[in-house]
C-alpha cells in the first residue's frame, strides 16, 4: 500500500491508497520526515501531479509498468525530455529481454551501487530481487552469491572508481570457458547495467535522493549531514534573494562565455605543450573534499556485505614523473562510431537508446542560465561534459581545457569531481555552495549531465577493453 | 607470400606490377592516400606520418613527415589526402581542428605549409578539388565544412550544415561546383561551392552516422554512402530527388567506401568495429561479397585504390600498424565457398529449387515454364555478355516442382479453418460442429477424431442424452448397451490412429491397451480376408457391470442408471439395427484375449455406415461414464502428435485449443507452440487474418497470447503541421488543432475514422455510413465521387 501510496500520477488510485487512506483504516504508516523526494531540494521545486500532460503522461507510464515513481524519477521529472529516455533505458535493461536473468540484473544493480555505498540503490534493488524470485540468502553478502556473480567483483571495483585499469585482462578472464564463465552478450549486459548504478549512485547523492517511503527504516534513517535545512544562508541564497556574490558570479560566467566565443581565434598563440598542460592540470588538480562522515558503519552493515575491498577508491591521476596510465584520446575510441557499433552488435536496441540518451543530455538546454534567457549554454555543457571525462583521464584533441577554468568556478568543480568520483562524500554543503543563484532544476540538469558523462567515460573504457579482447 | 600472384598490368604506357605486399607502421594508420602516379602512398595517424614508396617487392620508407622533438597534435591526423594533380601537395586532418597543408617541394626538412586553424572541433575529412589546384575542402565535427584557397591564409567560404558533426565531404567528379557531405545524423547534403549560404539538396541516407561517401568514377551520377546502420547504398543524384537504386548490407558499420575503377559496379568497402575484412562488392549481388582480403587483424581504417584506372590493386592502413598492397588475384572469393542451392515450398505445395546450372544435368523433360501447372518448370539465367569480369561466372537454374492441382489444392485448410468453432459453446457442440464440417469436406478420419472426442471427454455424468439425438433405440432396457462406431480402411501410413478406438479389450486391460495398434490390425487383416465389401465387420461387445474393477474406476460416484449414447447422426449417418446381446458377459473372456474373436453375429451391434468405411464398435455402458477422461490422455496427446506428424497441424492446434485445459498438461509447452506457430503462419500466408487473431486469443501458451500485443501502436501524424502526434490522436499539441475532423457532424473523431482516398475527406464511421445511404458525394462538401469498400 506504501508504494502505492507515494506519489501516484493516476487520480483515481491515489483515491485508494495514499497515506491519508492507511491512517484513516487505522493501519500504522510512518510518517514522513521530510517532504519532497530530495534532501537537497525543496518540494516546491519539483513538479507536482498537475503539471504539464507530457510529464505527466511520462510517470504514469512509468508507474504503470514499475509499480510505483520512485524518488529518482520525480527529480528527474524536472527534465521531462531526458527522463523518458532514461526510463526507457532502464526498462530494457532491467525488464526487457535480455541475455541475464531477472534477478541477476538486480543483483548486477545492488553490486554496482553498493560499491558506493548507496543504500538507496541497495535497498530499492534488493526488494525488486526478491520480487523476480531471486534468492533471500544471495542478500547475506556477496559471500554467497554463486561464484560467476562473484567473478564480476573486480571490474566491479575497477568500473566505478579507477576505469582506466580496466583491461582485456579483465575481460578475457570472466570469459574463459569454465564453469563459471560469462558470455560476450552476458558481460556486455552486466557492463552497462554496473556502469549505469554506479553513474546513478552519483546522481542519487549529487541531487540528495531521499530514500523511498516503503523501505524499511528509509524514514529519519537519512544521515542528517552536518549543514541541513536548517543551516542558515542556503534558503536565501536558493530563494532568489540571494547575496550580491551570487549576482555577481553569475554576470561574470556570462561575461566570460561571451569572451570565449568572440576571441576563440586569438587563442592561437597557445602552444601544443601549453594544451597539454593545460589537461594534465585539469587531471591530477586533486580537490578538496570536506571530510565525511555521513560514513555510519554500523547503517552502512547491509550495503557492506555486497563490497569487498571496501577501501578501493577513485584516485587522483599521479602528478608528471610518476608512471601515469595513457591517456585516453577521445578520438580514437569514441562512443558515435566505436563504443555504439561494438554494443549494438552484441546487445542489440540498448545501443540505440544509449545513443538517444548521450545526445538528448548532451544536446538539453532551455537557453537560459540563471534569470538570463535566450543564452548558448553549449560551451557550458561541454566544459562540464569534458571535465567530468577529464577526471576520468579521457582527453579531447580539440578541446581547450584552459576554458574549464574559466567557466567552472572552483566550488562547482570540487561537486563535480566529488560527485562523479566518491559520490558518497556529497554533502547538502557542497551542493548548495556553487552556483548560489541558480535554480535547483539547473543543478539537476547538472547532474544529469555528470551521470551520462561518467556513465559514457566508464563505458568506454568497458568497451574498449572488450574490443581488445575480440582482436 | 612464394605462392601469390604476380600481375602486370599496363595503363598506357604506365606499368604497375607487385604482388599481395605489407610492411609494418610504428603506429596504428588512421587513414591513406596515394600519389597520382601510383607509387607512392602517405599513412597518417595518431602517431605516424610517413610516405611510403611501391617498390616491385616491398614497401619503402621515404620520408618522416613528423619533424621536431615535441610531439603536435597539428600531427595526430584523422585523415590525410594527397592531391590528384600536384604530387607535391598533401593536406591532412588533425584531431584538434587544424586543417594543415604540406608541400613536399620544399627544400627543409619541415614540409608543413599553411595552417589553417578556423574550425573548432575535431577535423574529419579533408578533400581537394580534383581538378583545380588551389582548392581544398574540410568538414569537422563541429558541425562547418571550409573551402580553403591555399593562396590565402583563411578559409574563402563556410558552409554550415544545420545540423550535426560533418563526417565526410567529396567534391563531385562530374560537376565542377557540387560536393556531397555526410552528416552524423543521418543526413547528406549537396553543396554549391558558390552558394554558402544554403544547401542545393538534403536527403536522410541512413538511420545514424553516415561515415563515409564516394562519387562513381565513371557513371558520375551515383553516389555511394556507407553508415553505421551497416549499410552501403546507391543513390542516383541525377534525378530531382535522389534515388536510391542499391543497397548492400554489410556485418559491421562502414567506416569506408571506394569504388572499384573500372567497374561499374564495383565497391570496396571496410568497416568500423569488429570485422576487419575488406570487401568488393558487386552491387547487384548485394548478399556476397565478390571478393574479400583477410589480412588484417585490426580494424582496417584506410582502404584507396593504387591507381585511377586499374581495377587490381588495392592498398589498406589498418589499427594493427600495417600497411597492405592487396592484388585481386589474391582475394579470397566467398562466392566459392558458398552453397548456391535454395529450396523452398509454395503454399500450394509447389515447390521450388535453385541450384548452379552445372549440378542439375540437362534433363529433355524440362520445358520452360509457360504457365501449365503440371509439369515441372525451369529457369535459366542469361549470362550478361557484356559482364566482363571473371568473378561473376555463376548462372544458376531454377526448378518448379509443381503438385497436381487435386492433390495440392488446399481449398479444404481454408474451409475448415472459416468453418471450425473454436469456442464459445459447449464442448460437444463444438465437437459436433466441427465433426460435421469435417465430414463435410470428405475428412472422414477427422470427423471420427471429432466425435469421439466428444465422447471421451462430455460423456462424463453432465450430458444428457436429450441433447444428443440419439439414433439408438432403447431395445431392452434393462441391458447394457452399446455404442459403436467405424473405423475402418485405415491406411496403412495411418495405423496409429488406430489407438484412438476403443475397444472394449483395450480399455479392460492394461497389456492389451499397449498392443492396441497391433491387434487392430491384426483386426483389420481379419476383415480384410472376410472380404472388405461387406460392410459390418467387427464388434466389441458391451460391459457387464461387475467388470468395473478392471476399469480401474472411481467407485465413489457409480452412476446409478444406465445411459445410452450412440454417436450424432448429423455427424454420422447411421442406417443399421441394433441387436441386443443379451449375453454379452460370455463372450468376454475370449475378447480380453484377442479381441477380433468376439466377431459373431448374433452378438453384434452391427453398424452400416453411408461410406465405405467400416466400424468398430465402441461401446458405452453405464460405467463407461465413470471413466476419468485422464486416462484418454495419453490417446489423445498420440493422436494430435499424429496429426501434427501428419501435417495437419490444423487439427492439432484446433483439438488443442477446443479441449483447453483438459488436454493442455499433456502436451509440453514448446510442442504447442510449435504447432501455434505453424498454424498461425500457414493461417496468415493464406490471408484468413480473422481466424489466426482469434486463435492467438484463444491460445494459451504465453509465448503465442502476447502475439496480439506486440505492435499495436498507431502512429498519426497531425493532418495541419504534418508532425507526429504524441499524445492523443486526436489532437495536435504543436499547433493546437484537432486534427481528425467528422466532415457530418464536425466534431473531433476520437474512435475509428474513415476516409476517402480520393479526396481524403472522412468522419466517424457511422456518420459516414449513413451519408453514403442518401448520397454518393463527399460529405465536405468537396464534390467528389466518394467511395468507400
Redesign the interface.
Known amino acids: 500500500m506504501l508504494v502505492a501510496g507515494s506519489p501516484c500520477p493516476l487520480e483515481e488510485h491515489r483515491g485508494c491508497g495514499t497515506r491519508r487512506g492507511g491512517q484513516e483504516t487505522g493501519i500504522k504508516v510512518p510518517r514522513e520526515l521530510a517532504k519532497g523526494p530530495s534532501a537537497f531540494i525543496p518540494l516546491a521545486e519539483i513538479p507536482r501531479e498537475g503539471a504539464e500532460?507530457?510529464l505527466r503522461?511520462l510517470l504514469i507510464e512509468a508507474f504503470v509498468s514499475a509499480g510505483r515513481v520512485d524518488h529518482v524519477a520525480m527529480v528527474m521529472g524536472l527534465h521531462p525530455q531526458y527522463l523518458s529516455s532514461f526510463w526507457k533505458t532502464q526498462y530494457l535493461l532491467l525488464r526487457m529481454d535480455g541475455p541475464l536473468p531477472y534477478h541477476k540484473r538486480h543483483y548486477i544493480a545492488i553490486m554496482a551501487a553498493a560499491r558506493h555505498q548507496c543504500s538507496y540503490l541497495v535497498r530499492l534493488h534488493m526488494g525488486e530481487f526478491l520480487q523476480v524470485g531471486g534468492s533471500p540468502a544471495w542478500l547475506q553478502g556477496l559471500h554467497c552469491a554463486p561464484q560467476k556473480l562473484r567473478n564480476l567483483n573486480e571490474i566491479n571495483k575497477l568500473l566505478a572508481h579507477r576505469p582506466w585499469l580496466v583491461t582485456k585482462e579483465h575481460i578475457e578472464a570472466l570469459l574463459k570457458p569454465g564453469e563459471d564463465s560469462w558470455s560476450l552478450a552476458e558481460l556486455v549486459q552486466a557492463l552497462v547495467l554496473l556502469t549505469h548504478y554506479h553513474s546513478l549512485a552519483s546522481f542519487v547523492f549529487g541531487c540528495g535522493i531521499k530514500p523511498e517511503g516503503d523501505q524499511d527504516g528509509g524514514n529519519g534513517c537519512w544521515a542528517p549531514s552536518p549543514h541541513s535545512d536548517s543551516s542558515p544562508g542556503s534558503e536565501d541564497s536558493m530563494g532568489g534573494s540571494g547575496g550580491r556574490d551570487a549576482m555577481q558570479e553569475v554576470e561574470m560566467l556570462m561575461e566570460r562565455m561571451k569572451l570565449l566565443q568572440e576571441n576563440?581565434?586569438e587563442e592561437?598563440g597557445v602552444t601544443?605543450?601549453e594544451?597539454e598542460t593545460r589537461f594534465e592540470l585539469e587531471k591530477t588538480e586533486s580537490l578538496l573534499v570536506p571530510p565525511s562522515d555521513i560514513l555510519d558503519p554500523s547503517l552502512q552493515s547491509h550495503v557492506r556485505c555486497f563490497v569487498e575491498d571496501p577501501e578501493f577508491g577513485y584516485k587522483d591521476f599521479t602528478r608528471r614523473g610518476e608512471q601515469a596510465p595513457p591517456t585516453f584520446?577521445a578520438?580514437?575510441y569514441t562512443w558515435?562510431?566505436?563504443g555504439?557499433?561494438?554494443i549494438n552488435?552484441l546487445y542489440p536496441d540498448v545501443g540505440q537508446l544509449l545513443?538517444e540518451k548521450f545526445q538528448v543530455v548532451y544536446n538539453l538546454t532551455y537557453n537560459t542560465i540563471a534569470m538570463h534567457c535566450g543564452v548558448d549554454t553549449s560551451m557550458l555543457r561541454r566544459a562540464i561534459w569534458n571535465y567530468v571525462h577529464c577526471v576520468f583521464g579521457i582527453r579531447?584533441?580539440?578541446y581547450d581545457y584552459g576554458e574549464v577554468n574559466q567557466l567552472l568556478e572552483r566550488n562547482l568543480k570540487i561537486y563535480i569531481k566529488t560527485v562523479a568520483c566518491y559520490p558518497e562524500k556529497t554533502t547538502k554543503q557542497i551542493y548548495t555552495q556553487f552556483w548560489r543563484h541558480f535554480k535547483h532544476s539547473e543543478k539537476v540538469h547538472i547532474n544529469l549531465l555528470l551521470l551520462e558523462a561518467r556513465m559514457q567515460a566508464a563505458l568506454l573504457y568497458a568497451l574498449r577493453a572488450v574490443?581488445r579482447y575480440?582482436? | 607470400m612464394e605462392k601469390m600472384a604476380r600481375v602486370t598490368t599496363a595503363l598506357g604506357g604506365n606499368t604497375l606490377s607487385g604482388r599481395t605486399m605489407f610492411c609494418h607502421l610504428d603506429a596504428p594508420a588512421n587513414a591513406i592516400s596515394v600519389c597520382r602516379d601510383a607509387a607512392q602512398v602517405v599513412v597518417a595517424g595518431r602517431n605516424i606520418f610517413k610516405i611510403y614508396s611501391i617498390e616491385e617487392e616491398q614497401f619503402v620508407e621515404k620520408l618522416n613527415l613528423r619533424v621536431g622533438r615535441k610531439p603536435s597534435l597539428n600531427f595526430s591526423c584523422a585523415d590525410v589526402v594527397w592531391h590528384q594533380m600536384d604530387e607535391n601537395l598533401l593536406a591532412t586532418a588533425a584531431t584538434n581542428g587544424v586543417v594543415v597543408t604540406w608541400n613536399l617541394g620544399k627544400p627543409s626538412r619541415n614540409k608543413q605549409d599553411q595552417l589553417f586553424t578556423e574550425h573548432k572541433r575535431t577535423v574529419n575529412k579533408v578533400c581537394f578539388h580534383p581538378t583545380e589546384v588551389y582548392m581544398l575542402l574540410s568538414g569537422s565535427q563541429d558541425g562547418y565544412m571550409k573551402c580553403f584557397d591555399l593562396r590565402k591564409k583563411d578559409s574563402v567560404s563556410t558552409f554550415s550544415g544545420q545540423s550535426e558533426s560533418v563526417r565526410d565531404v567529396q567534391f563531385s567528379i562530374r560537376d565542377y561546383f557540387t560536393f556531397a557531405a555526410t552528416f552524423e545524423n543521418g543526413n547528406v547534403q549537396l553543396w554549391d561551392i558558390r552558394r554558402p549560404d544554403r544547401y542545393e539538396r538534403m536527403f536522410t541516407a541512413h538511420n545514424g552516422p553516415v561515415f563515409c561517401c564516394d562519387w562513381h568514377l565513371e557513371d558520375r551520377g551515383w553516389l555511394a554512402t556507407g553508415g553505421r546502420d551497416k549499410m552501403v547504398k546507391v543513390w542516383d543524384m541525377n534525378t530531382t530527388r535522389a534515388k536510391e537504386i542499391y543497397c548492400v548490407q554489410t556485418i559491421a558499420s562502414v567506416a569506408r567506401v571506394k569504388w572499384r575503377p573500372e567497374c561499374k559496379h564495383h565497391i570496396a568497402t571496410c568497416s568500423m568495429m569488429v570485422d576487419h575484412n575488406i570487401y568488393v562488392w558487386d552491387v547487384r549481388r548485394p548478399f556476397i561479397p565478390s571478393a574479400m582480403f583477410e589480412e588484417h587483424k585490426d580494424v582496417t581504417t584506410g582502404i584507396v585504390w593504387r591507381h585511377l584506372h586499374d581495377p587490381y590493386f588495392l592498398l589498406s592502413g589498418s589499427k594493427d600498424s600495417t600497411l597492405y598492397q592487396h592484388i585481386f588475384k589474391d582475394a579470397s572469393q566467398p562466392i566459392d565457398r558458398a552453397n548456391p542451392e535454395g529450396l523452398c515450398y509454395s503454399l500450394y505445395g509447389d515447390l521450388a529449387f535453385a541450384a548452379k546450372e552445372s549440378l542439375i544435368s540437362s534433363d529433355s523433360n524440362r520445358k520452360p515454364y509457360i504457365g501449365d501447372r503440371r509439369h515441372p518448370i525451369f529457369f535459366k539465367r542469361k549470362l550478361d555478355p557484356t559482364e566482363q569480369f571473371e568473378y561473376i561466372s555463376s548462372s544458376s537454374a531454377l526448378s518448379v516442382f509443381e503438385t497436381d492441382v487435386e492433390s495440392g489444392s488446399m481449398d479444404w485448410f481454408v474451409h475448415t479453418a472459416k468453418q471450425y468453432a473454436l469456442a464459445g459453446r459447449p464442448l460437444a457442440e463444438l465437437c459436433d460442429h466441427n465433426a460435421k464440417v469435417a465430414k463435410g469436406l470428405d475428412r472422414n478420419q477427422v470427423a471420427q477424431t471429432w466425435t469421439m472426442l466428444r465422447i471421451i471427454y462430455s460423456s462424463l455424468g453432465t450430458v444428457s442424452s436429450a441433447n444428443l439425438n440419439h439414433s439408438m433405440g432403447k431395445g431392452s432396457a434393462a441391458l447394457p448397451l452399446m455404442n459403436s462406431f467405424n473405423l475402418k480402411d485405415i491406411p496403412s501410413g495411418l495405423g496409429s490412429e488406430s489407438r484412438l478406438d476403443r475397444s472394449k479389450g483395450e480399455s479392460r486391460t492394461e497389456n492389451i491397451l499397449m498392443d492396441s495398434s497391433s491387434t487392430l490390425i491384426n483386426n483389420e487383416d481379419n476383415e480384410e480376408t472376410e472380404g472388405s465389401d461387406v460392410p459390418a465387420d467387427y464388434l466389441l461387445g458391451d460391459v457387464e457391470a461387475d467388470e468395473d474393477d478392471l476399469y480401474m474406476m472411481d467407485h465413489e460416484n457409480p452412476h446409478a442408471e444406465e445411459q445410452e449414447y450412440s454417436l450424432p447422426q448429423e455427424a454420422f449417418p447411421l442406417r443399421h439395427e441394433i441387436v441386443d446381446n443379451p449375453s454379452a458377459l460370455d463372450h468376454l473372456q475370449d475378447k480380453a484375449d484377442s479381441p477380433h474373436v468376439s466377431g459373431n453375429e448374433a452378438e453384434t451391434v452391427s453398424l452400416t455406415p453411408v461410406e465405405s468405411f467400416s466400424l468398430i464398435s465402441i461401446s458405452h455402458s453405464l460405467y463407461e461414464n465413470r471413466l476419468p477422461s485422464d486416462f484418454f490422455s495419453p490417446i489423445v496427446r498420440d493422436t494430435l502428435l499424429f496429426y501434427a506428424e501428419q501435417g495437419d497441424v490444423q487439427t492439432a492446434v484446433s483439438v488443442l485449443i477446443v479441449l483447453g485445459e483438459r488436454i493442455r498438461k499433456e502436451i509440453d509447452e514448446q510442442t504447442q507452440e510449435h504447432w501455434y506457430t505453424s498454424y498461425i503462419d500457414l493461417l496468415q500466408r493464406f490471408q484468413l487474418w480473422n481466424i489466426s487473431n482469434e486463435v492467438i486469443k484463444l491460445s494459451t501458451c504465453r509465448a503465442i497470447n502476447c502475439l496480439n500485443q506486440a505492435s499495436t501502436t498507431l502512429h498519426v501524424n497531425c493532418s495541419n503541421c504534418k508532425r507526429p502526434m504524441s499524445n492523443r490522436g486526436w489532437i495536435c499539441d504543436r499547433c493546437r488543432q484537432c486534427a481528425s475532423m467528422c466532415a457530418v457532424c464536425h466534431h473531433v473523431v476520437k474512435g475509428l475514422f474513415v476516409w476517402c482516398q480520393g479526396c481524403s475527406h472522412g468522419g466517424h464511421l457511422q456518420h459516414i455510413m449513413k451519408w453514403l445511404e442518401t448520397s454518393s458525394h463527399c460529405p465536405a462538401g468537396c464534390g467528389h465521387l466518394c467511395e468507400y469498400t
Open positions: 500532460s507530457g503522461q576563440q581565434q592561437e601544443q605543450e594544451m584520446h578520438q580514437d558515435e562510431d566505436h555504439f557499433s561494438l552488435r545513443d579531447y584533441d580539440d574490443t575480440m582482436t
